[in-house]
């Protein structure tokens, strides 16, 4: 008898099966259980959503990997249409040993990989096996991590190009009010650790402590006369100590030399600073301007400076984007500087910033500076008790850091008669009053903040979304590359490069995007020079400025 002519029953041990045929028997109880198993597997399985079997041969292309409608082709279509070579990217290379990768599939990969929220070279790396948008995007290349990386290294300021293309891009479709824009900064973590970040103050307290052990160290050798194992552990202590205060003596003399005030030994140029609520960090300070009407970014710098220098140099470069003056714009009271005030009133741009808090009260508030009124054709102060308060003209230079401001003195000879001068001063020579040269500009931005206070309560909603995105959603608190701040410019400038992306791919009919792109890569690859920018006049806005002349390094 065979073993498929035997009757499956619930019995694995059928009666006409006796114990002397041991052979048979444990036969026909092995395929018995795995009839048994066949069985309940196969009603297991009915009852989920079962995938297709790993050996079979199917046959596809990598366009039919990818939807028509995955954002992947617009990132594609994007680098496309934008001219590699006047950006600043390196077309042209030496015939000599392996093809270099070209830079428009580099960045197709750091733009899909910002867009996603990697940043790390070596997790690039292995999406270009893995992922199959980013096969169908590098056509199936697979650079090396170190190549990936140095592209970002090598081209800060070809990417700050690529984000100045996507405002462009952004004014193309009607998305830059160019009437209203805010300022701030934030600050990005560098790679480098407070350890490894020294200051005078620090440096004189590690000396201090390394000539405490010294002393401590000769004691004990005192002690260990005669103790040759003991005096030779000592003097190794010694030796090294000697060696670290060396190292401290040389940061000091480096500091002593130069005009820096920090040293960062990891990130040359990164800085401790003040993040909030006195927590400090070794980072750099990224200085932004964001339009008004859909929260979009328009220019950025990355700096290792505190904020009371940097509206100026911010005014003037969103005066060279937009090619206009006929913007206000809005900043914290961080930037309120009389130097800042005056550069932005030689632009011709209006700004309202935040007026800070009296750094100094009188005994009586109501004798504060500010109800102090000036006479401008007198030159002259009334304070509140009715005295004028005069000067004798001359101008007195005021240190703060490295900046130099110029003063008037403005006093009189009646505080000393005065019955309410124990509220006014403690000054027993009485009141002391000083203007300085940027009072009027800064009287001006006063005025406005007054008359337009609805208006700059937009202020923090405009420029705070960008960086609550980028820091909180996306996770990019921190600087990738290290060693300069030019390499720092490279990932923050592709971080901006995507959240522009970001908000254009949100806010625009990706068939009307594609559309637009492919028709500025059918300019650039298949026209002249001389009809291309014939032709660019009815593909971009009037008031369109050249961004490529733009020094991004120099500020």
């Not at 795995?34 to 199917?58: C, H, L, P, W, Y």
């Not at 005669?226 to 060396?246: L, R």
């Amino acid at each position: 008898m065979e073993l498929h002519d035997v009757k499956l029953s619930k019995n694995p041990f059928p009666f006409y099966y006796s114990f002397s045929q041991t052979k048979h028997r444990f036969y026909l109880v092995v395929w018995w259980f795995f009839r048994r198993f066949i069985a309940v597997k196969q009603a297991t399985m009915s009852k989920f959503i079962i995938g297709k079997d790993r050996n079979q041969t199917e046959f596809f292309c990598l366009e039919q990997t990818v939807d028509r409608d995955n954002i992947v082709r617009v990132i594609d279509l994007f680098v496309n249409s934008l001219s590699l070579k006047d950006l600043g990217f390196k077309t042209e290379f030496i015939e000599n040993g392996r093809p270099a990768y070209h830079p428009a599939d580099l960045l197709k990969l750091y733009l899909y990989g910002y867009l996603n929220r990697t940043r790390s070279s070596r997790d690039l790396e292995k999406e270009c096996s893995r992922n199959m948008e980013v096969i169908w995007l590098l056509k199936g290349l697979v650079p090396d991590h170190n190549t990936i990386a140095n592209f970002r290294k090598n081209n800060p300021r070809a990417i700050a190009r690529v984000f100045q293309s996507t405002v462009s891009l952004a004014n193309h479709f009607n998305l830059i009010g160019g009437k209203l824009v805010a300022g701030d900064s934030t600050k990005l973590r560098a790679q480098n650790s407070k350890k490894n970040n020294f200051n005078p103050a620090k440096i004189e307290r590690h000396i201090a402590y390394i000539d405490a052990k010294l002393l401590e160290y000769q004691s004990l050798l005192a002690q260990a006369d005669g103790d040759v194992i003991a005096q030779k552990e000592i003097q190794e202590k010694v030796i090294k100590s000697k060696n670290t205060k060396q190292k401290y003596q040389d940061y000091q003399k480096q500091i002593n030399d130069t005009s820096i005030t920090q040293i960062s030994t990891s990130d040359p140029d990164s800085r401790q600073m003040i993040t909030r609520n006195n927590i400090t960090e070794v980072a750099y300070n990224v200085q932004t301007v964001v339009d008004e009407k859909h929260n979009i970014p328009i220019d950025f710098k990355v700096t290792n400076q505190n904020d009371s220098k940097a509206m100026g140099g911010m005014l003037r470069r969103a005066k060279t984007i937009m090619g206009h003056t006929d913007f206000l714009a809005l900043y914290d009271k961080g930037y309120h500087t009389g130097s800042e005030f005056d550069y932005a009133n030689k632009l011709g741009i209006k700004v309202l910033v935040a007026i800070p808090d009296v750094a100094s009260h009188a005994p009586n508030t109501a004798f504060d500076v500010e109800y102090f009124v000036y006479d401008k054709a007198n030159d002259s102060l009334t304070c509140p008790a009715n005295e004028i308060l005069t000067t004798n003209g001359n101008w007195y230079s005021k240190v703060n850091g490295k900046s130099i401001t110029k003063m008037k003195h403005y006093k009189t000879s009646a505080c000393l008669s005065c019955n309410l001068m124990q509220q006014c001063t403690k000054n027993k020579r009485g009141r002391l009053i000083e203007r300085s040269q940027h009072a009027d500009v800064i009287l001006q931005n006063k005025i406005r903040i007054e008359q337009n206070k609805a208006l700059y309560r937009k202020r923090q909603a405009i420029v705070e979304h960008p960086y609550g995105i980028i820091k909180r959603q996306w996770d990019f608190y921190y600087i990738m590359t290290k060693k300069s701040i030019k390499h720092a410019s490279a990932d923050v400038g592709l971080i901006f490069i995507a959240f522009n992306l970001r908000r254009i791919f949100n806010l625009i009919d990706p068939n009307l995007m594609k559309k637009h792109l492919m028709m500025l890569d059918f300019v650039f690859d298949g026209f002249c020079d001389g009809f291309k920018a014939f032709l660019s006049q009815f593909i971009f806005f009037n008031k369109q400025v050249d961004f490529y002349k733009l020094d991004f390094d120099r500020g």
